[in-house]
């Protein structure tokens, strides 16, 4: 039923490639519940509709708009385009004046009349006009109605600038303003057997090039429509200086900012699970649980609650610093100091993750090596060195690369904390020098001053993908998760 | 490796794990005194605040151009109803790879792994475009609506949850199921009867690990919802703030203590299951 109600809604709305999807995903669905053989795939229905429709859709979408010029300027699809074109009409220069009077019928709807420089009367009405004779009997019906004063037709202004009637093939009848109508010249006309704009006054021929009508002279009209463009926004990312200097800035940073993420939290996470898992020391429970607490605040509260302490003018650390050595550190406003503000938060962030992690590792190594490394007079140094880390590496690796590649995306902390900021100078994208390449596409996409660039955006994301991909890809051989999938089948 | 400590030795090893300690709680604490400082301002905070007050939770929750009690309610609810889904979707997908043996159940759970590969949010663009498309055809779905949100939330949560679930159903014995089934139960009856109570835990941590997760996202969150009162918390929080840290620190600081509490809490309890939930989650990819 419900389906039969959303189909006849498609149909109505004319979304036919969306009626024949649902048709053919209805059918699959009927297909799966009738066959016995199809049994298990009913299990597996709900989550695959949902990871097609919203994960392998998407990623494919994504590929599509990287070899478009889908952004400010070319939103619109061709016909969209067109029909603005169309509708472009510019002043005749030696139009005739038409002053006019303006009545309104009992249902409150708008007639028009003009008279032109010779005294000939026009009569217009919803679009429509009416040349007419002297004692025209339209003039008694005109007189049945009322006259708009000039007060009315001032309070009607909106409503009179968007009347416009057809006055022959190429012009229309507009208001000019309070006083007169003009005749108005449209602009362009859309020649569909040719598949080009035609400029009616002076005959110049546009036609479509990657996004945009263009004349022989290369002039292009504005606004653009969305169009394949080939690889053209991957030559912008790879070829023009200007792009491709922010861009690789960003890129260096992402991969600086990841491996440094991980090195000084793991550094750290390891350091005190080794002061931690000394079964001697007192109050470790203690320790412990409050040493997690930071890993247990949203990621998003915390990061806004650090950009509050790294406050330059009156965050309390730049106090702390005033108050002991005397000075204090522009934090979110120097690239460097930026990037160092970014390190102590997601240190602050990540630690406990790597100590618990480290913590059971460390559990799991078998202290009968201990006993024997201390009989061969190994130092403690030694001990670490040659038994404890290698060791822990076997397990705590591969969680590492994954911290890695999670830092790589690590969206909400660099964008919370600084926003990507400070402002790369001379970047005709919108780059910062703390933008790492996810918080890059994101301001490009959705909130660059200079306009949003959907297609570019998309180029970048794909770089993204690739490279997490890589890593990922990496990682899965490192653990056999691969070998696992064929081991369970 | 470890020897009994001499008093000095010991000494030493609290020293600096004090260090840390002041590393990890100092912003904690600044923060909760912070909104309890009726002043509502950065400037000349102290550790303990004067004239302690609760003005600034009151403010949470009565200012009514910036609804914070609102936005913890929408994030708690849609991180609830999302993990409620995700754990129905993923436990039947994940039953179905653990007990049936089927065309394509390779595949399926190979790309259960593949799709970390790449992270939905990435195709933030296209997500937002596809979105649009469908509330177009379906207004309740679409843009700026907590459904839309859910559903684009309910398509990221497969991967790492299905392998996870299926692992541990596989440790489950199929002796049960079997002789159920000579009694005559379907094996959805099995599944619904015998596998779900059984894999309780496994279903607390994916709902939780769901839930914290949901709550805490950004990105798809503040691309999809635009008007002020169906902002998750993780959105209006930061447009709260922006650059205000002068003029709205208590206020932010209170939002921010009530915003991590129920994670926290949550946390806290459930410690253990969420630590080996995540490590062996990562260790899988």
């Not at chain 1, 260096?252 to 993420?261: R, Y």
């Not at chain 1, 403690?380 to 705590?396: D, E, G, K, N």
């Not at chain 1, 600084?418 to 959705?446: K, M, N």
């Not at chain 2, 921010?256 to 946390?267: D, K, M, R, T, W």
């Amino acid at each position: 039923m419900v389906f039969i109600w959303i189909a006849l809604y498609l149909l109505s709305a004319e979304a036919y490639l969306v009626f024949v999807l649902l048709l053919l995903g209805a059918l699959l669905t009927n297909v799966i519940f009738m066959l016995p053989k199809a049994y298990p795939y009913r299990y597996l229905l709900p989550a695959a509709f949902f990871l097609l429709l919203l994960v392998v859709y998407p990623i494919v979408y994504t590929v599509y708009i990287s070899v478009t010029n889908y952004g400010t300027g070319n939103i619109l699809n061709k016909e969209q385009v067109i029909s603005q074109f169309e509708g472009r009409y510019a002043l005749e220069p030696d139009s005739d004046e038409f002053v006019f009077q303006a009545y309104r019928d009992p249902q409150d709807s708008l007639w028009l009349l003009f008279t032109d420089s010779q005294g000939e009367k026009m009569l217009g009405h919803r679009g429509e006009l009416t040349r007419l004779r002297e004692n025209d009997p339209l003039l008694d019906q005109l007189a049945g109605y009322t006259e708009l004063s000039r007060v009315d037709l001032v309070r009607s202004t909106n409503e009179l600038s968007a009347q416009s009637f057809a006055y022959d093939d190429t012009h229309e009848l507009r208001m000019r303003n309070i006083n007169v109508f003009n005749l108005y010249l449209q602009q362009y006309s859309y020649d569909r057997e040719r598949d080009a704009l035609l400029e009616v006054q002076t005959g110049i021929v546009y036609t479509p090039e990657y996004g945009y009508f263009q004349a022989p002279d290369g002039t292009r009209l504005t606004p653009g429509f969305r169009a394949l463009i080939g690889f053209d926004n991957f030559r912008r990312l790879f070829g023009n200086p200007q792009i491709t200097g922010p861009f690789v800035s960003v890129f260096i940073w992402t991969i600086q900012w990841a491996l440094l993420s991980v090195a000084t939290t793991f550094v750290v996470g390891l350091f005190l699970a080794i002061l931690l898992n000394d079964p001697h020391l007192r109050l470790r429970k203690l320790y412990r649980s409050l040493l997690i607490l930071p890993y247990a605040i949203p990621a998003f509260i915390s990061a806004l609650i650090w950009r509050g302490l790294f406050n330059t003018e009156l965050g309390v650390i730049n106090q702390i610093l005033q108050a002991t050595i005397g000075s204090s550190v522009p934090w979110l406003q120097d690239p460097f100091w930026a990037k160092v503000a970014l390190i102590i938060l997601n240190l602050w962030l990540g630690f406990p993750y790597m100590m618990v992690i480290c913590l059971g590792a460390l559990q799991s190594i078998n202290t009968e090596m201990y006993e024997a490394a201390v009989v061969d007079g190994a130092t403690a140094w030694q001990q670490f060195r040659h038994i404890t880390l290698p060791l822990l590496m076997v397990s705590v690796a591969p969680l590492l690369i994954s911290s890695f590649s999670f830092n790589f995306n690590n969206f909400s902390v660099i964008y919370l904390l600084t926003r990507g900021r400070p402002p790369i100078v001379g970047a005709q994208t919108p780059a910062g020098h703390t933008d790492i390449l996810i918080s890059y596409t994101y301001r490009l996409a959705f909130e660059s001053g200079r306009g949003i660039d959907y297609g570019l955006a998309s180029a970048v994301t794909l770089v993204i993908f690739l490279i997490t991909g890589a890593i990922t890809f990496f990682n899965f051989r490192f653990t056999g998760a691969l070998e696992d999938v064929n081991k369970n089948v | 490796m470890y020897r009994k400590h001499t008093f000095f030795r010991g000494l030493w090893r609290h020293a600096v794990l004090l260090v840390f300690l002041v590393f990890a709680l100092f912003p904690i604490l600044w923060v909760i005194s912070a909104s309890f400082n009726p002043a509502n301002t950065l400037v000349g905070q102290s550790l303990i605040p004067r004239n302690a007050s609760f003005a600034n939770y009151i403010e949470v929750f009565t200012s009514e151009q910036y609804p914070i009690a609102l936005w913890i309610k929408n994030s708690v609810v849609i991180g609830l109803i999302t993990s409620a889904l995700v754990v129905v979707m993923t436990s039947l997908a994940a039953y179905a790879f653990s007990r049936f043996r089927f065309k394509g159940r390779r595949e399926g759970l190979f790309a259960s792994l593949m799709v970390q590969v790449f992270p939905q949010m990435l195709a933030a663009v296209s997500i937002y475009l596809l979105v649009l498309g469908i509330g177009k055809l379906i207004p309740a779905l679409g843009i700026n609506t907590h459904a839309g949100l859910i559903m684009v939330y309910l398509g990221g949560a497969m991967g790492v949850n299905a392998w996870l679930m299926k692992g541990y159903f596989d440790t489950i014995p199929t002796s049960l199921e079997e002789s159920a089934m000579i009694d005559g139960a379907s094996p959805f009856q099995a599944y619904y009867m015998i596998i779900l109570p059984l894999a309780r835990p496994i279903l607390a941590v994916i709902f939780l690990l769901q839930f914290i997760g949901t709550y805490s996202e950004f990105i798809l969150a503040s691309v999809l919802i635009s008007s002020s009162e169906k902002y998750t918390l993780a959105v209006g929080l930061q447009l709260f703030i922006q650059d205000q840290y002068a003029s709205r620190w208590g206020v932010f600081a209170a939002a921010s203590v009530l915003g991590a509490l129920p994670i926290v809490v949550l946390f806290m309890f459930l410690q253990k299951y969420l630590v080996s939930g995540l490590t062996s989650g990562a260790v899988k990819g």
